[in-house]
Nanobody, 121 residues
């Protein structure tokens, strides 16, 4: 069974940092691109960033570029999202997603349940 489990969320002050993790089960990690999305209350799900299987292709949303860094450790079947210089508008549930092939901003096949990130002003 495919599973993506996020962790690392929490409450942080504006300007602070958090690192999110997403642990993937089984064969889903081999050859799969991984992505982070976020969803704030009353808003649509928003693409944050994605990374290819070999880590050579990484894309970010403009809203997080220069502040967030996505990385992966294939030996641990884990993808990370390092979030620096956090702003109150970054408050959301952050979800991990996976799909075969190159990373993109849409159409992921597998999703985690998310981890809450709250940034206080």
């Amino acid at each position: 069974q495919v599973q993506l489990v996020e962790s690392g969320g929490g409450l942080v002050q504006a300007g602070g940092s958090l690192r999110l993790s997403c642990a993937a089960s089984g064969r889903i990690f081999v050859g799969y691109s991984m992505a982070w999305f976020r969803q704030a209350p009353g808003r649509e799900r928003e693409f944050v960033g994605a990374i290819s299987w070999n880590g050579k292709m990484i894309i970010y949303a403009d809203s997080v570029k220069g502040r967030f860094t996505i990385s992966r450790d294939n030996a641990k079947n884990t993808v990370y999202l390092q979030m620096n210089s956090l702003k109150p508008e970054d408050t959301a549930v952050y979800l991990c997603a996976a799909r075969e092939g190159l990373p993109g901003r849409l159409y992921y096949d597998y999703w985690g349940r998310g981890t809450q990130v709250t940034v206080s002003s």
